[in-house]
């Protein structure tokens, strides 16, 4: 079975600094999809960015972008000037596209210092 | 464009008493419906997912089941709460096929008494 893996339950970061959220999944599939959400204290989860493991190259969402290391399992997510709005828990998501379900890990909770 | 709604937003229920959340989906038709439970500071326990009307699959055995009348409305549903009940819960929507992400609604604190 798939399992997401987010190894860091808590980064803080200094306002307008870069910050670099780390995943880690295990699959024996060679297509599959991951996402990174994240979620503000209103608790609504935002979908931030979208990869599919057949593109080679990184997804990347204004100040928000992926580095996508297919061979290690690897999926973290880079934020660039971090701002102090970009506070949340944030949540890495696969997706197998042979099933409905999403398997996310256990969140980091990000803090952005003034 | 599609939106999804959730309610109630806060609940607040006796130990043994009843329960129903409605989720509804605006916008798309014959969405994959998923019902998540999340513990405070914790991540996200899919409960059920549903990919058309009558169809429920139910990933976690509980004291909860879901149910799904209408294309565009999911429900979850308890006879008897129990305390463990407590959490906040999300409804999502997703495309059917490959790939699509999932959309979530704002949620439905519970806290049973």
């Known amino acids: 079975a798939q399992t997401v893996t987010q190894s860091q339950p808590e980064m803080s970061v200094q306002e307008a600094e870069t910050v670099t959220l780390s995943c880690t999944y295990d699959?024996?599939?060679?297509?599959?999809?991951l996402f990174w959400y994240k979620q503000p204290p209103s608790r609504q989860m935002i979908l931030v960015i979208r990869?599919?493991?057949?593109?080679?190259q990184n997804a990347t969402e204004n100040r928000f972008s992926v580095n996508f290391q297919k061979a290690a399992k690897s999926f973290s997510l880079k934020i660039s000037d971090s701002q102090l709005g970009d506070a949340a828990m944030y949540f890495c998501?696969?997706?197998?596209?042979?099933?409905?379900?999403?398997?996310f890990g256990t969140g980091t909770r990000l803090k952005v210092l003034a | 464009s599609q939106t999804i709604h959730q309610w109630p937003a806060t609940l607040v229920q006796p130990v043994g008493s009843p329960l129903s959340l409605e989720c509804t989906v605006e916008?798309?038709?014959?969405?994959?419906l998923y019902w998540y439970r999340q513990a405070a500071g914790r991540g996200l326990q899919l409960l059920f997912y549903?990919?058309?009307?009558?169809?429920i699959s139910s990933e976690v055995p509980q004291n909860l089941s879901a149910s799904r009348p209408q294309d565009r409305q999911f429900i979850l549903s308890s006879k008897k709460l129990l305390l463990s009940d407590s959490g906040f819960y999300l409804c999502?929507?997703?495309?059917?096929?490959?790939?699509?992400?999932?959309?979530f609604g704002p949620g439905t604190r519970l806290t049973v008494t």
């Open positions: 999502a929507w997703s495309i059917p096929g490959q790939g699509g992400e999932q959309y």
């Open positions: 699959t024996s599939e060679s297509d599959y999809y």
């Open positions: 916008g798309t038709s014959n969405p994959n």
């Open positions: 998501a696969y997706r197998s596209p042979g099933t409905y379900k999403y398997i």
């Open positions: 549903s990919v058309g009307i009558g169809q």
């Open positions: 990869q599919e493991a057949y593109k080679q």
